[in-house]
């Protein structure tokens, strides 16, 4: 189809309602838009047909942007730079003639575009019922600008509420944490300047790459927060940790107990009292605030508050606006919130991008000189003035981020590369990992049996190997062996802590679903080259059940007590512990963050799949001694920056690229998605 007739076409379009939401259809069928976009728009147009067909493109697109993690459309930007809202690829339908496609459309739209949407009875400004909210040049779903608007307003009067604590006392207890003959002292000052910002905010945002220390920090926060509580005489901080998924919880409860002993080394008045008082359980969020099955409301709320001074989330690059929204709807008002996470991670899978719109300026810090003076008094580091700003905004002044990275030094192949993806330098990441100096990362070219080759035994020099390890445990090939049928349900949960452990060695990642290189087809292909080299053992009977079996959680079970992101293995255990004559089963263990697993029937698992290959977004939350990252060889919208940074940190010690193409991969690197919201310094805090 010609430029000029597509123009022709569009032009006749845009005067024609009934043709348009047709077209629409189209555009679905097409798989450019989604059929919930379509189908909004078809809802609208009967519940209020004085729209014309601009107000209702306005309305498919504002879905699909939903769709897409956006909050909003931008009205001026999607007119100006359609195709940077939705580029689709026309000749591939099996019409006879592509439709025009709604880039086309878009680039036609007049200047009254926003006129003629404040002027359909579908549209409000935000006060009424309407459907749909206009805010100047930027269109809403009514329950998204809503979301906004809340969280804006609870997080202002969390500014507000905030109270100037004597630096002097501050110091007098972050020396202790923080001891100045710790050879760590220096590149731990951002840590100790984050606790003092944390010490008198009602909400806080530490930030920071993997091995910054934001475990740390946290705790040591929360060790000087209860001493200040303790010392004046109040009772201990009721303290509350979540994260947003199952396994993010998991790590973090894993990772709190050992940070908890280290307490004990420092010389903190009431030391005893203090770690007793630091909880080391983890929730998800929806465990936190009473998630009612089967809703989308929760048990605390702004007339139900939780009982807590202090929450902690982890995690929290995964928490949508929606989320987030409930969240601090739910805090006391004399609560303290904090946020911990990596702000140049993934997103929310949902809209709203919550953690990267509140850290959009936290490279430069951005404090108050008379911030910066007393940060100096409290914690003894200075606040270089490249990190000052006699302008900054009430959230830059919550906001700390850790710039040290503990784990991954100058001979970090990972960190490199982690650094590279970050900034978007592409020839910079395929330089590292060409460069044989470093040896925790590698990149193969992508082929089916390198691939399989890799995700079985690993690399030649690994430890641990790849899947044949974890499998390896099972079968008895390690010092872990597994018990007798009488033993004790004690020794059957040290065992599959022993495999589960050992699973977490090695996990093959993908940025798709369907496809040749989604997760669907590279779980089908890994399972059978497993079962071809005998390491494990489908029977006719039921061929999706067999010892070994990995699966993840898609979806929160209440009544299992299992959350989505959870990991379990399939594996052969008594059918009930301590009655060694009825036998084994095939039963799913699932560790329950406390040195306990849960134990559950297959028959009982409702929403889960295999996951020898998992998609980089169900992999937040999580770290595997390897990690290995198909790049295929088409570019997918999903590539951006932000995905490849979040596979490479999910590596502690090794990184591999299977990539299909060098253009594909550098151009992942080079795009970085800026999700569509108002919950910005430069927006709602301005």
């Known amino acids: 189809m010609s430029d000029r007739k597509t123009l022709r076409d569009s032009e006749h379009l845009l005067e024609d309602p009934e043709a348009l939401l047709l077209l629409v259809f189209a555009w679905a069928e097409a798989g450019w838009v989604r059929d919930l976009d379509a189908a909004l728009a078809h809802r609208l147009f009967a519940l209020a047909p004085d729209g014309d067909a601009a107000c209702l493109l306005a309305a498919v697109m504002v879905s699909f942007q939903a769709g897409q993690g956006h909050l909003l459309l931008d009205l001026d930007h999607a007119r100006r730079q ?22 086309a459309l878009l680039s036609l739209m007049p200047a009254s575009w926003e006129s003629r949407l404040r002027d359909w009875t579908a549209v409000g400004e935000g006060e009424g019922s309407e459907p749909l909210v206009l805010d100047n040049h930027r269109l809403y779903l009514r329950r998204y600008w809503r979301h906004e608007a809340q969280v804006s307003q609870a997080l202002a ?32 000052r951002w840590q100790k300047l984050a606790c003092a910002l944390g010490a008198r905010s009602a909400f806080t945002v530490i930030t920071g790459g993997p091995g910054t220390g934001k475990t740390t920090t946290v705790i040591r926060l929360l060790a000087l927060l209860q001493v200040l509580a303790l010392e004046s005489g109040e009772a201990p901080l009721r303290i509350r940790l979540a994260a947003p998924t199952g ?5 973090l409860n894993e990772a709190i107990s050992g940070q908890v002993g280290q307490l004990a080394e420092l010389d903190l008045p009431r030391t005893k009292q203090v770690r007793e008082s630091i909880p080391s359980d983890v929730t998800t969020l929806h465990r936190l605030l009473g998630a009612r099955p089967d809703t989308r409301h929760f048990k605390h709320h702004r007339f139900n508050p939780l009982s807590v001074d202090v929450v902690v989330v982890d995690e929290a690059s995964m928490i949508d606006i929606e989320m987030m929204s409930a969240l601090l709807a739910a805090l006391p008002a004399r609560a303290r919130l904090v946020l911990l996470g990596d702000k140049d991670q993934l997103a929310s899978v949902e809209a709203g991008a919550v953690l990267g719109s509140l850290c959009a300026r936290a490279e430069a810090a951005h404090y108050r000189p008379e911030l910066a003076r007393w940060l100096q008094a409290a914690s003894g580091w200075a606040v270089g003035p490249e990190w000052q700003d006699s302008e900054g905004l009430p959230l830059d002044q919550a906001v700390a981020m850790l710039r040290h990275s503990f784990r ?14 970050n900034v978007g330098d592409s020839a910079r990441a395929m330089a590292v990992l060409a460069d044989e100096g470093f040896a925790d990362v590698q990149r193969l070219a992508l082929d089916g049996e390198r691939l399989a080759a890799l995700a079985i035994h690993g690399r030649r020099h690994d430890a641990a190997g790849g899947y044949s390890h974890y499998l390896g445990v099972i079968r008895g090939q390690s010092s872990s062996t597994r018990p007798a049928a009488q033993a004790v349900r004690d020794d059957w949960d040290r065992w599959a802590l022993s495999v589960l452990e050992a699973h977490a060695g090695f996990q093959l990642l993908t940025p798709l679903r369907s496809g040749p290189h989604g997760v669907a087809a590279l779980n089908t292909r890994i399972e059978r080259e497993l079962e071809q080299e005998g390491l494990i053992a489908r029977t006719a009977v039921d061929s999706h059940w067999y010892e070994g079996r990995p699966v993840l959680v898609t979806g929160n079970d209440y009544g299992l007590g299992l959350m989505n992101g ?60 390897h990690t290995a990252l198909v790049m ?25 690229l299977l990539c299909g193409s060098n253009d594909v991969f550098a151009q992942a690197v080079e795009r970085r998605v800026a999700r569509q919201s108002q919950l910005t310094p430069a927006g709602t805090y301005a």
Do not use: C
């Open 408 to 421: 991954f030094d100058d001979r970090s192949g990972i960190g490199e590369l982690a650094r590279a993806v």
């Open 82 to 103: 359609p195709r940077e809202l939705i580029a689709v690829t026309v000749g591939h339908s099996s019409a006879k003639e592509d439709p025009p496609p709604p880039d």
């Open 157 to 188: 009067a969390r500014f507000a509420a905030s109270t100037e604590v004597h630096a002097e006392t501050l110091r007098a207890v972050l020396d202790r944490l923080f001891p100045l003959t710790d050879p760590r002292a220096e590149p731990a």
């Open 247 to 251: 396994k993010a919880a998991a790590r």
């Open 632 to 656: 295929p060889e088409l570019l997918s919208p999903v590539l951006t920056r932000e995905l490849v940074y979040t596979a490479v940190t999910r590596a502690k010690n090794h990184f591999t």
């Open 566 to 625: 959870d990991v379990g293995i399939a594996l052969q255990a008594p059918v009930e512990f301590g009655a060694p004559g009825r036998g084994l089963t095939l039963r799913v263990a699932f560790s329950s963050g406390d040195g306990r697993v849960r134990w559950v029937l297959p028959s009982r698992l409702q929403r889960i799949e295999t996951v020898f290959a998992m998609t980089v977004h169900k992999s937040q939350g999580s770290e595997f001694a």
